[in-house]
């Protein structure tokens, strides 16, 4: 069974720093494109980033770009997003989601295009 865990959020100051993981299990990473998004409470959800299966292709949206990172380690099964600079605008919950990918450089901004998601980890941005 396809499982995506997340875990490394939690409440950091305006400006700090946090990298949240997610982690693969019963399937192994490599022939997947990544993607993460996030959700507020009364928004909509948004497409974050996105890694290709070969790591060379990376998306992100215009609101994080600068400040975010993604990048993968098929070696651990895991997907990594580095955030830095953090606003209180990024206070999301967090959610990673896999998509099976056609190609190397692969990468998708839609959530219905991704079939397994992540239970979520909450991230809060806050004096």
């Known amino acids: 069974q396809l499982q995506l865990v997340e875990s490394g959020g939690g409440l950091v100051q305006p400006g700090g720093s946090l990298r949240l993981s997610c982690a693969a299990s019963?399937?192994?990473?490599?022939?997947?494109?990544i993607g993460w998004f996030r959700q507020a409470p009364g928004k909509e959800r948004e497409a974050v980033s996105c890694v290709s299966r070969s790591g060379g292709g990376r998306n992100y949206a215009d609101s994080v770009k600068g400040r975010f990172t993604i990048s993968r380690d098929n070696a651990k099964n895991t997907v990594y997003l580095q955030m830095n600079s953090l606003k209180p605008e990024d206070t999301a919950g967090y959610y990673c989601a896999a998509v099976q990918a056609p190609t190397n450089y692969y990468c998708s901004g839609y959530a219905d295009d991704f079939g397994s998601w992540g239970q979520g980890t909450q991230v809060t941005v806050s004096s």
């Open positions: 019963g399937f192994t990473l490599h022939n997947y494109a």
